[in-house]
């Protein structure tokens, strides 16, 4: 009797981590042409419950996404067939949107908020002022005084937005947009924000992550704009954003960086374009209480036309070697 149960059981639970397994890999095919499980990105999400103990994975097929995209289930990858032509875009305007809304759900391209999120292989796109036209005056039911706002083109425009999210990847993607805060990872108590072999193209602070962001060996493009990356570290001393292998170009005369609270930069074998300005990230004189002082570190940075003195070496090549990601998240996320 005993070994019958014994075998009873042992089958139960080697069904039991089959099914596991099997979930596990299970994932959901998207195709225009009909021939996967759903035709758009949000159907596909929506179809999802909203947490998981396995990682759930969206497979997109190539094809142009015209669709804005909420993302509130948690433990989730969205994985492209192809940067170049897996491409998620919408056009929207912040100030506009902030009209009719009391907050900044929606938008973005993609809004996130949901935790260990992964993107891959994908172009996020902001088209607004790509596709502008003139200025546009609209009814503004957030203006107290006018009831209405003019909406041009270097109104800010978001690829990428959070809320309520951390530990988010992005590996080998695109995020384009032509204003400011293309890609905004907000979470100044516990963000937690990798990115690795990406191109972020926009704005005004188009690469702005709050808290704790690691980027390496991606490209930053500056379409416009008085700073290409913003960093908000005000919450803990001990947060930072690392660039680590990047590169930097845009239009004549672009600049490096600014802040506007507590921050704290480490930029390490980064290559700057000729036409950068010679401006060091500065600091925007606000109100605000800055509680550490400037915390703006370079290593062994370059401009092949030959290099501007504020971002000769500051740190210790021995604390450069431990500079990873983990180095950057700690105990709070284990890639």
Request: aromatic content about 12%; charged content about 25%.
């Amino acid at each position: 009797m005993k070994k019958r149960l014994t075998i009873v059981l042992s089958c139960a639970l080697i069904f039991l981590l089959m099914s596991i397994s099997a979930t596990s890999q299970q994932k959901l095919i998207v195709a225009q042409d009909g021939s996967g499980n759903y035709k758009t990105v949000q159907e596909a999400i929506n179809s999802l419950s909203d947490s998981s103990a396995v990682t759930r994975s969206i497979y997109i097929k190539k094809g142009i996404y015209k669709e804005k995209i909420f993302i509130k289930k948690n433990n989730l990858v969205l994985e492209g067939e192809d940067r170049t032509t897996t491409v998620i875009t919408a056009a929207i305007a912040r100030d506009e949107w902030r009209c009719d809304h009391i907050d900044d759900w929606g938008v973005a391209t993609m809004n996130v908020g949901a935790n260990d999120i992964t993107l891959k292989n994908l172009t996020v796109t902001n088209s607004y002022g790509f596709d502008f036209l003139q200025d546009r005056v609209v009814a503004c039911a957030a203006d107290t005084v006018n009831k209405k706002k003019t909406i041009t083109k270097g109104s800010h425009q978001m690829a990428l937005r959070t809320m309520g999210c951390t530990r988010l990847k992005a590996i080998n993607c695109y995020f384009r947009a032509y204003a400011g805060d293309t890609v905004s990872p907000w979470e100044v108590e516990n963000g937690l924000w990798y990115f690795k072999d990406c191109v972020m193209e926009g704005g005004v602070d188009f690469y702005c992550p709050r808290g704790w962001a690691f980027a390496e060996n991606c490209e930053f493009i500056a379409n416009t704009g008085s700073a290409a990356i913003w960093h908000d570290g005000s919450r803990h001393q001990d947060s930072k954003t690392v660039l680590l292998n990047c590169r930097f170009k845009g239009y004549d005369g672009f600049l490096l960086g600014r802040y506007h609270r507590d921050a704290q930069f480490y930029l390490i074998n980064c290559l700057f374009a000729d036409n950068m300005k010679d401006a060091p990230i500065y600091r925007v004189v606000t109100t605000n209480n800055m509680q550490w002082g400037e915390r703006i570190y370079y290593y062994n940075c370059h401009r092949k036309a030959g290099d501007y003195a504020w971002f000769n070496n500051n740190i210790s090549k021995e604390l450069v070697e431990k500079i990873n990601a983990q180095w950057v998240f700690g105990d709070r996320w284990k890639l």
